[in-house]
């Protein structure tokens, strides 16, 4: 089997334990930067567009085309979407891409959809709000409703 890892990044330990564990399989890495320090573990290393990118899709295809590849594993969360918006497309190729059903990764991407998930399974989260006007105890953590990597997270202390 060939695997593809995309968005390496600094994930050297798991693909080395990929590496380990499957021996009989090539491991592929890809990344949208050839500084990532997990491309340099792979059979063959590949720089690839950002997944918001035109030909993003022409390109991983094209890349699983060329090495054989049977199955992706994105690592980072924001590829996720694009993968669940895709899956047709690889699986039309005997590609499986391990990740959640498409409507679990759309609903966990949507921050506000996982706290009524968890809300309505009576799973215990914090209190969150989707308009800052019904806040009434400060200070609050505000965050993108699709945000990724604590990006653009923000205190907020007062109305």
């Known amino acids: 089997m060939n695997i593809l890892f995309t968005a390496g990044g600094r994930r050297v330990e798991l693909i080395e334990i990929f590496q380990q564990e499957f021996k009989d399989n090539q491991i592929f890495v890809a990344d949208i930067i050839n ?4 491309l340099y573990l792979g059979e063959e290393r590949f720089v690839i567009p950002k997944m918001s990118d ?11 085309q060329d090495k054989n590849i049977n199955a992706i594993i994105p690592l980072i969360d924001p590829e996720l979407e ?15 891409i391990v ?45 993108p409703i699709k945000g990724s990597a604590s990006r653009n997270v923000q205190i907020i202390y007062n109305p």
């Open 54 to 64: 035109s030909d993003a899709l022409e390109r991983i295809l094209e890349i699983c």
């Open 82 to 96: 694009f993968y669940a918006q895709n899956i047709d497309e690889f699986l039309k190729r005997n590609i499986r």
């Open 35 to 38: 500084s990532a320090p997990a």
């Open 99 to 143: 990740i959640s059903e498409s409507t679990t990764v759309m609903m966990t991407r949507n921050k506000w959809e996982t706290y009524e998930f968890f809300r309505r399974n009576d799973i215990p989260t914090p209190t969150t709000y989707l308009n800052i006007e019904k806040v009434k105890d400060f200070p609050v953590i505000s965050k």
